[in-house]
């Protein structure tokens, strides 16, 4: 490698970019009048149409007059816009000759800085980037005006007195944190004063970034090095600034004995880079050389340590820290042995919220603690013991309460100032009854209150708050206020953000945020604090130009990242023309500037018409060469210029052989498409459409539905009508398939698939499904049937065939007296039901007479329409010829005015 990792890099330099030549401020883009370039402004009285002063009440010789002072006025404002940006390209050059100085000295200082550090570097085991942000930290401090004070908002120079944090190592001017401390101090005195409160000897401060605390005695009077060991050190241009040269010496964090070993450096130290020989976490692999700052490091294997509970052993993978809580459970007493449960193995102690109930020393009472360790106490009625009010002292057995005294109770109530009154009583003395004159919190009211209570008054304070700005507004305020809580809102020095912080006085604490200030590529940035970033150059970057090119080649011409447009393409165009395959050998003209005038009307004959630039993309000229041309039906060739080739037609005909094989194209000369071979027609020629004539195969009676083809005809796919063998559905089988198919496979397409409705001579249907010939026999019938009697009164079930056989049911007495009656019943019944058919069709005829005789019919009256005309339909004419005398006067009117 040519650099070792902790070299690598190019740190966070700001960047000029290209140095504008002379030549570019005459550009339409960099025009020295435009309000954007750095130099002095144009002049409020001058315009683009030569600096004519205008006014108002001037005559004619007045005007000239002033149209001449215009020019002048115009020609010295315009030298003095020349000289000044000559000026500006001379402390151009000598802003990009100092930042290429400072490279290449930070790369020697660089390289110095880390010359010791490298001999114990061994970048293989580098795990962060600690060392490339203590590289960056290095490179940040040593450019000229990249750090800034976060107090004072002010870039911090290289012989500048500086205050170094502990905590973040951020940079400070050592007045502006002498300041801070001071105002920091004072503040927190005059709060304490206000409050009432006492103040300590040593007042703690806090750094502004990242609020490390320091005592008051810790504020500095003198500027150190980085590492602290030499005073106000002397600025050197080989050294970084604000640094002594010797090694840092400072302990590394985390502590773990060493010291830095890099030459005195802003920002935090690198990790320890020595190599050290280290056990894995669990201390069952040998010891390895590992890198000082990674002390910890895993083997892989099982831990096997013992657990908590001292009857197992973790059985994870080496890991850091505490081993996990035992997971196994097992069967545990509680701490008074009364019971027992299955617990995880890591709580060995339990209680089980029971009394404990053993006997005390005493053995007339019990303990009344809950599960509990070790021994019971003594019991809490043994020894002397004193009344409720303390005056009187008994020696009374355990078993008997203590009696009152009798005297009064004496003890001193909350109030602090008088004594409970009641006679000695068990229990907590009551609130104290006796009316005292209080003074209110503020001490502006006093009243007689009860003794037990807080008197206070209606009144508002009107004191201002810690903020300065907001009133108090509290009741009865003893004049410690509350601090302000609303928010400050204030806009910090950056401009960008607000102050968050609550209502407080002086100055807001400055912004902490930082932004990245990038190259057009995003490649290479700097950090700056908030508000810094307008003022602040983007850095330079070194890396090629990753726009896209604006035009077809596939990469630019070499350049280095820059801002605005990239320069033009000089490369060959190389292109094929649209219209054949020769390259265009003229240079790229994808993507050209070209002056545009707006031809808008103008305001008068002093106005300028503006002129600007647009991009456009021109054609390829067109191309020359002599092509030979195949006429589109292929049939002979001639030549054409390559810009002038198109297709031609040599008139004859076509004459391809068509699908059909029988035919040709008849058709003109013309281009053929998805032809299989040059014999053959194509797509678009003619189509035959002739029937076909082929004849059709035996038994089918259809044409052929497709025009004139080659090969054999299609299947016939025309559907035969049919009915199946039982006549009950209606089937259409395809001709083809009807045809191809084999007897009996007919008399499968011919069935319908369900049962036979045809009746057999026993009256019952056919058990079978739809099929060909005749049912089967009726002495094969296996149904249901009945027998009975003459009568019909009895009945017996039996099987159809038997019944066909000749067996029959005789009646029996029953029978024959059943049938007498029922046949008397059957005669009277016919009587009634002539008798109610005569009344019934005599009221249909009364009711027919009655219809028939009807009622006069009256006559239809006769109703006439009147039709009247519309407006339109009776002045038609006269509007219409108003209308066009109207139009023929407008237009000669028209004509006389052009």
Sequence with gaps: MDKPAYLRGRGRGRGRGAVPSQGDF????????????????RHSNTNSGGGNVRSSGD?????????????????????????????????????????????????????????IYSDNYDERNDEGSDVSRAQEHILHSFRSGTSACLICIDNIKKEDAIWTCQGCCCMLHLQCIQK????????????????????????????????????????????????????????????????????????????????????????????????????????????????????TWICGKVCGKPLSCGQHTCEDKCHTGECQPCPKTSVQRCSCGKSKESRPCASPLWHCQQACGKRLACGNHVCEEVCHSGKCGPCPRAGERRCPCGKTAFELPCTEDIPTCGDTCGKLLLCGLHTCTQRCHQGPCGQCLQLQPKRCRCGQSQKEVLCSKEYLCDKRCTNMRDCRKHPC???????????????????????????????????????????DITCFCKASKITVPCGKEKSTKPPRCNLPCKIPPNCHHPKRQKHRCHFGECPPCTQVCDLSLPSCQHSCPARCHDAIKVKVEDKSKKEGP???????????????????????????GKHEVGQFPCSEVRPYSCGRKCGRELECGNHTCRLDCHVVHGAPDGHQAGENCQQCESACDKPRPKGCSHSCLQACHPGPCPPCTAMVRMRCHCKAVLKHIACHEWLAASTD???????????????????????????????????????????????????????????????????????????????????????????????????????????????????????????QETFWQSHKKIVVVSASVLVLGLFVSYLFMT
């Design 745 to 867: 496979r007919q008399n499968s397409l011919k069935s319908c698939g369900g049962p036979c409705p045809k009746m057999m001579e026993c009256d019952h249907q056919c058990p079978d499904m739809c099929h060909n010939g005749p049912c089967p026999a009726p002495d094969t019938c296996d149904r249901k049937a009945y027998l009975r009697c003459p009568c019909k009164r009895r009945k017996r079930e039996v099987r159809c065939r038997d019944k066909r056989g000749g067996e029959k049911l005789e009646c029996d007495d029953v029978c024959t007296k059943a049938q007498a009656q029922k046949k008397q019943a059957e005669e009277e019944q016919k009587g009634r039901q002539e008798e109610e058919a005569a009344r019934r069709q005599a009221a249909e005829l009364e009711e027919f007479e009655r219809l028939q005789k009807g009622r006069r019919k009256k006559p239809r009256k006769h109703r006439e329409e009147i039709v």
């Design 26 to 41: 005459n550009r339409p883009g960099n025009n020295v009048n435009s309000p954007g370039f750095p130099g002095k402004q």
């Design 59 to 115: 005559n004619n010789s007045s005007k000239a007059k002033e149209n001449g002072n215009g020019k002048d006025a115009f020609a010295e404002a315009s030298s003095r816009h020349q000289e000044a940006a000559k000026r500006h390209l001379k402390e151009f050059e000598d802003d990009v000759d100092s930042d290429e100085e400072e490279d290449d000295i930070g790369d020697r200082v660089l390289e110095k800085v880390f010359k």
């Design 473 to 515: 507004k509290r009741k009865c305020c003893d004049g410690n206020c509350p601090p302000c809580e609303q928010n400050c809102g204030k806009t910090l020095g950056c401009r960008n953000h607000k102050c968050p912080s609550r209502c407080h006085r002086g100055v807001c604490y400055p912004c902490n945020e930082t932004k």
């Design 180 to 295: 801070w401390v001071k105002e920091g101090v004072y503040q927190q005195q005059y709060q304490a004063e206000q409050a009432g409160q006492s103040l300590e000897l040593d007042l703690p401060w806090f750094c502004p970034k990242c609020r490390y605390e320091y005592k008051q005695s810790q504020c500095p009077t003198r500027s150190f090095c980085f590492c602290g060991k030499v005073e106000d050190p002397k600025f050197d241009p080989w050294l970084i600034p604000h640094s002594c040269g010797q090694t840092c010496g400072r302990a590394l964090k985390p502590h773990c004995g060493h010291v830095c070993l890099l030459n005195c450096h802003p920002g935090p130290c690198p990790p320890c880079p020595k190599m050290v020989q280290l056990a894995c976490c669990c201390g069952r692999s040998g010891k390895q050389p590992r890198r000082c700052n990674a002390r």
């Design 606 to 632: 002093w106005a300028i018409a503006p002129v600007y630039t647009e991009t456009v993309k021109r054609p390829c000229p067109p191309c020359q060469v002599p092509v030979p041309v195949e006429c589109m």
